[in-house]
């Protein structure tokens, strides 16, 4: 059986390890998508990895790693306490109710459990940069969609926009459970494009890293 591969995945279960220095045994990823990222932290982790979905759309080889399933990121199947850590990366924004979700991921976290939880950066200039498996005019078209969105007026997640959400909207939203939230955006940043330390930091210290960064992240525990 051939190891997956994916050098972001890989490089935030670098970051996994080191703010969550506890053993993570058991993970659950909410919005797996293929079911890619399950399987790498799976690897990556050395940990057991549920991934959930609402399209069964799942990599028949990602599922040689991870246990993937059809669920609803508002009503988890799951009992309270089931998992060591959760891993959510841009799924929020595609969730009717993302508070009910967060308290979901919540309650089937063990105490002390951590998470990883990623969204677009509502406040971003361009998004998609990074994205994989997409083409160039992809990109342009769907940055002008969410311009037009903008102008609009009807640039909100639940209008169906990528909107995602602002460093302070997530920091609440996850605030208002858990114990701890800590804001990872630029520690993700470097860790994933280490080739461009000197423009990531002049960002930082720019103040304008939140509206040029195309997404948002955070870290914590119950």
């Known amino acids: 059986m051939t190891d997956l591969m994916d050098s972001k995945t890989e490089k935030v279960a670098q970051i996994i390890r080191e703010v969550h220095q506890t053993e993570i045994k058991k993970l659950l990823v909410v919005g797996c998508g293929s079911g890619l990222e399950a399987a790498i932290l799976a690897q990556q982790l050395n940990s057991q990895v549920v991934g959930i979905d609402v399209e069964e759309s799942f990599d028949k080889q990602a599922a040689n790693y991870a246990e993937l399933k059809r669920g609803d990121a508002m009503n988890l199947e799951f009992a309270d306490d089931s998992f060591d850590f959760v891993f959510s990366y841009h799924a929020l924004e595609h969730i009717e109710n993302p508070s009910k979700a967060v308290r979901e991921i919540h309650r089937v976290l063990k105490t002390g459990g951590g998470f990883w939880i990623g969204t677009p950066n509502k406040s971003r200039i361009v998004g998609y ?35 995602g959400f602002t460093s302070t909207e997530l920091e609440k939203l996850l605030s208002e459970v858990f114990s701890k939230a800590d804001e990872r955006t630029t520690l993700y940043f470097l860790t994933v494009y280490q080739n461009h330390q000197s423009l990531l930091n002049f960002i930082d210290s720019s103040g304008f890293s939140r509206f040029i960064y195309p997404s948002v992240y955070f870290s914590g525990c119950k």
Request: avoid cysteine; charge should be positive.
């Open 129 to 163: 940069v990074g994205g994989k498996n997409t083409s160039f005019s992809q990109k342009v078209k769907w940055n002008l969609m969410d311009w037009k969105a903008r102008l609009s007026g009807k640039f909100e997640n639940e209008l169906g926009a990528h909107a």
